[in-house]
């Protein structure tokens, strides 16, 4: 059996990749199992009876869960959410704080996408003055981003957002708020509803998983490769020099 030389380089390229691209690879299928929980939860929650406002504060876990709400929209303090495409289209969503008449709370709740297309015209949005009946359910963001939170001294409504933050909503405008978004149901005041339960499914992350894992596969069989190829080579270079000093 040939024996297996595949030189020092190799062999720390290998040990300082191989390790990355496996771990990589795990992450992927963590987040897929991750992703197919939520999307569980998402099901199983949309499924349920819609709770009162005041039942939310007792949930442990809220998201996704259906909500009922009645009472009136803030149209004075509406926040847009930038950066939103749609069939490749520019635009925004809308989201107004709502009082709740039965629990007396605050929810900042999202309308849905309005288009974008001419950033040298304002928005044009109409808010119902009107008591309304809704259903909408707990959108619960997977994580902090960077965010430009509003300024209610500036007196400059509405306010133009790259991310939500709704507990520095209410503590900006002295209020006793939900902390997290309401996304509406079909219904009366709504816009474009058509929001994904989650921005990647659990079929890319297994997609990406077997990438980094064929990666790592690859590179183990070029190491392979690399350290028995060289032997054949340093056999054959010492031949050569044989026959030349024989000569």
Known sequence: ??????????????????????????WQLRRADEKRLLLDTYTARQAQA??????????PDPAFQAVHLQGRFDGEHSLLL???????????????PF?????????????GWLPWPDRRV?????????????????????GKTFQLHPDPASGQWPQLLTAVDPSTL???????????????????ATYRLDWPVVAMGPEKHLGYAVQWF????????????FGW?????????????ASTGHA
């Open 170 to 188: 209410w503590q900006q405008l002295g209020r006793d708020g939900f902390a997290h978004e309401l996304r509406l149901q079909a219904g009366p």
């Open 1 to 26: 059996m040939k024996p297996f030389r595949p030189g020092l380089v190799p062999t720390l390229v290998v040990l300082a990749l191989l390790p990355g691209l496996i771990a990589l690879g795990c």
């Open 82 to 96: 930038d950066n939103q495409m749609r069939d490749g289209k520019a635009g925004v969503e809308l989201l107004q």
């Open 99 to 111: 009082h709740d008449q039965a629990s007396g709370r605050w929810l900042l709740v999202n309308r």
């Open 229 to 241: 190829h060289h032997n054949d080579k340093e056999n054959r270079h010492g031949r050569r020099h």
């Open 50 to 59: 819609p709770v009162a406002v005041a039942q939310l504060q007792q949930l």
């Open 122 to 142: 304002p928005v044009h949005f109409d808010t119902p003055e009107r008591t309304l009946t809704l259903d909408a359910s707990v959108y619960v963001a997977p």
């Open 214 to 225: 064929a990666l790592a596969s690859a590179l183990v069989l070029l190491y392979l490769y």
